[in-house]
T-cell receptor, first 115, second 115 residues
Framework: AQKITQTQPGMFVQEKEAVTLDCTYD???????LFWYKQPSSGEMIFLIYQGSYDEQNATEGRYSLNFQKARKSANLVISASQLGDSAMYFC????????????FGPGTRLSVLP | SQTIHQWPATLVQPVGSPLSLECTVEGTSNPNLYWYRQAAGRGLQLLFYSVGIGQISSEVPQNLSASRPQDRQFILSSKKLLLSDSGFYLC??????????????FGPGTRLTVT
């Protein structure tokens, strides 16, 4: 079974509007970390935001926020005030395991920001 | 500050030829090291990870192998490339210790085309 599900293969958003990218995960561990990465067309993977399983507050990093709903096992990324430079692939990832060495990525969502 | 290097950036190799991709990390000690492969338009597939010198864990059995001859050096190899080995190969590192909270940092990647 897939551990990370991203149900939106592609998304469009108008510049300056907010957009939510969905991510659901599956784990039996109590302690785990959730991450979002951005991959522009250049191929580099850019870390955006982290949420720990024990964190009660939703993580925020500038225009990025993570809507963490633990009971539903979802960790959606919200990008506010979209910019043209936000057009990229976005990957949700989870880190679990006894030593946290297992890092699993979702299939990604391609976001296109329209002018 | 920490940096991660990968080379070569691009590679075109014939089927049946050997492969050697190198990854080195600077500015940190005893990192966890990872090799991923990304097919065009797809997510990341974890191939190997290493928590120390000479310690390699394989996630996907195939004709690839990995080695860690030094603390901050990680090498991906193949004796005979297949067409299906084409893809974008990413090396990553993360801090060891309390791993759940530590993100991965990615190298610039190697784009491999097997002809």
């Amino acid at each position: 079974a897939q551990k990370i599900t991203q149900t939106q293969p592609g998304m469009f958003v108008q510049e300056k509007e907010a957009v939510t990218l969905d991510c659901t995960y599956d784990t039996s561990d109590q302690s785990y970390g959730l991450f979002w990465y951005k991959q522009p067309s250049s191929g580099e993977m850019i870390f955006l935001i982290y949420q720990g399983s024990y964190d009660e507050q939703n993580a925020t990093e500038g225009r990025y926020s993570l809507n963490f709903q633990k009971a539903r096992k979802s960790a959606n990324l919200v990008i506010s005030a979209s910019q043209l430079g936000d057009s990229a692939m976005y990957f949700c990832a989870m880190r679990e395991g006894n030593y946290g060495q297992n890092f699993v990525f979702g299939p990604g969502t391609r976001l296109s920001v329209l002018p | 500050s920490q940096t991660i290097h990968q080379w070569p950036a691009t590679l075109v190799q014939p089927v049946g030829s050997p492969l050697s991709l190198e990854c080195t990390v600077e500015g940190t000690s005893n990192p966890n090291l990872y090799w991923y492969r990304q097919a065009a338009g797809r997510g990341l597939q974890l191939l190997f990870y290493s928590v120390g010198i000479g310690q390699i864990s394989s996630e996907v059995p195939q004709n690839l192998s990995a080695s860690r001859p030094q603390d901050r050096q990680f090498i991906l190899s193949s004796k005979k490339l297949l067409l299906s080995d084409s893809g974008f190969y990413l090396c990553a590192w993360s801090s060891s210790g309390n791993l759940i909270t530590y993100e991965q940092y990615f190298g610039p990647g190697t784009r491999l085309t097997v002809t």
